[in-house]
């Protein structure tokens, strides 16, 4: 079964620094990797996701993420970050484990932004 | 996409009792998922439910707790049966459109149990 780690369970940060959240999974024939957003007191919002193809994911609100497979990372970056960045951010992994496709999510790594 | 409601939005309740969430989405979907978020944790995956057959349980989660319903292709219920504190969590219903894996996973608002 698939796996999912999130180095940092929370990163500090100032206004329009660049951040980068790690995510690192577990190697599989085949992965489909996301990336999604969770704001204070609401769901889960998709910020970008690898397929296939360019491993330079764009997403929305200018955040990116590079696929790597040697290192089996896909790291997410954003180069200026603004306060309303500040949220929960979840790494997570398709999972076909059983015949169903399902997400393994990470433990989350909690972004602040400060001015 | 896809839009997905859910009720309550919150709740407290007491120990020993049930609670049954309901998920209501704007339009038809393969797959429909049940999650858990326990405070300060990532979320955990309880069962898959698909129209017509019996839900999938992940290991540590049982039918008998956690009974679900999946009447149509735009709705499905979770029911957190005998309810203890443990069970305060965020239950956060999912869906895939075309239940393809390398589909997007659209989530509902969560609803917040709060067990006394």
């Known amino acids: 079964a698939q796996s999912v780690t999130q180095l940092d369970s929370q990163v500090p940060v100032f206004e329009e620094a660049p951040v980068e959240l790690r995510c690192n999974y577990s190697?599989?024939?085949?992965?489909?990797l996301f990336w999604y957003v969770q704001y204070p007191n609401q769901g889960l919002q998709l910020l970008l996701k690898?397929?296939?193809?360019?491993?330079l994911v764009k997403g929305i609100n200018g955040f990116e993420a590079e696929f790597n497979k040697s290192q089996t990372s896909f790291h997410l970056r954003k180069p200026s970050v603004h306060i309303s960045d500040t949220a929960e951010y979840f790494c997570?992994?398709?999972?076909?484990?059983?015949?169903?496709?399902?997400?393994?999510f990470g433990a989350g790594t909690r972004l602040a932004v400060h001015p | 996409s896809a839009v997905i409601s859910q009720k309550p939005s919150r709740d407290i309740c007491q120990r020993g009792t049930s609670l049954t969430i309901q998920c209501q989405v704007d339009?038809?979907?393969?797959?429909m998922f049940w999650y858990r978020q326990q405070p300060g944790q990532s979320l955990t995956l309880i069962a898959t439910?698909?129209?017509?057959?019996?839900?999938?349980?992940e290991s540590g989660f049982v039918i008998d707790k956690f009974p679900i319903s999946r009447p149509n292709l735009t709705f499905s219920t979770l029911t957190v049966s005998n309810m203890s504190p443990e069970d305060s969590s965020i239950y956060l219903c999912?869906?895939?459109?075309?239940?393809?894996?390398?589909?997007?996973?659209?989530f509902g608002p969560g609803t917040r149990l709060t067990v006394l």
């Open positions: 439910a698909n129209q017509g057959s019996e839900a999938t349980y």
């Open positions: 690898y397929l296939s193809g360019s491993t």
């Open positions: 190697s599989s024939v085949s992965v489909y």
């Open positions: 339009s038809q979907v393969t797959m």
């Open positions: 997570a992994v398709s999972d076909q484990t059983g015949g169903y496709n399902k997400l393994i």
């Open positions: 999912s869906v895939t459109p075309s239940g393809r894996v390398t589909d997007t996973q659209y």
